[in-house]
């Protein structure tokens, strides 16, 4: 299904396309007035998430995951859940509360109904990312992860025909990128 067919969820159709920049609005004020209505459906959204998690069937649950997200890309499944995860990694950070206190109440909350608990150990290591370390990389013959990639492509420092050269194969002249299993959506260049 198209990204312009698909029904709207948190954000309607307008609002996807908004958030994409491929639509404008009319006047400073519309845009602010769509703005709030995005924010306040998210806000609305989370909070919905707890009467999922309550109250939502484990078979309305499994046939949407089972049936809805089994019935698309694997891919594009993933991708669904790394983002959703990811919005809400990024939420947390903007609390004053701890993802990894977060993540082990969630994985508790979830292991509940399954009558056990968990430990939920997480280890976060960060190294930085700079234009000139990944173009070394890209010299050397290594592969880039798709979040490296899409650094170096929105990046001021690297240009798209760079980029597009360090990702020729000789032979087939197809990207060699290690796709990593996460967002390749963020690569179209």
Do not use: C, W
């Not at 067919?5 to 602010?32: P, T």
């Not at 919905?48 to 698309?72: A, P, Q, Y």
């Not at 995860?85 to 509360?97: M, Q």
């Amino acid at each position: 299904m198209s990204e312009n067919e698909r029904d709207r969820g948190i954000l309607s159709r307008a609002d996807r396309a908004y958030l994409r920049g491929e639509a404008d609005h009319a006047s400073v004020q519309s845009e602010r007035n769509a703005r709030g209505r995005i924010r306040e459906r998210i806000y609305h959204a989370l909070l919905d998430f707890e009467v999922l998690v309550e109250h939502l069937s484990e078979r309305d649950r499994e046939l949407v995951t089972e049936k809805r997200l089994g019935d698309i890309d694997g891919t594009e499944a993933f991708d669904a859940l790394v983002s959703g995860v990811a919005f809400l990694y990024r939420a947390t950070k903007d609390t004053d509360i701890e993802f990894e206190t977060v993540l082990n109440e969630a994985v508790n909350l979830a292991e509940v109904n399954d009558d056990r608990a968990a430990t939920v150990d997480l280890d976060l290591t960060f190294q930085s990312l700079t234009a000139e370390q990944l173009r070394h990389k890209l010299e050397r013959g290594e592969d880039l992860s798709l979040t490296e990639v899409a650094y170096l492509h929105e990046s001021d420092e690297v240009g798209m025909d760079e980029l597009a050269r360090y990702f020729r194969n000789a032979e087939d002249e197809t990207p060699a990128v290690d796709d990593g299993r996460i967002q390749s959506k963020v690569t179209n260049f």
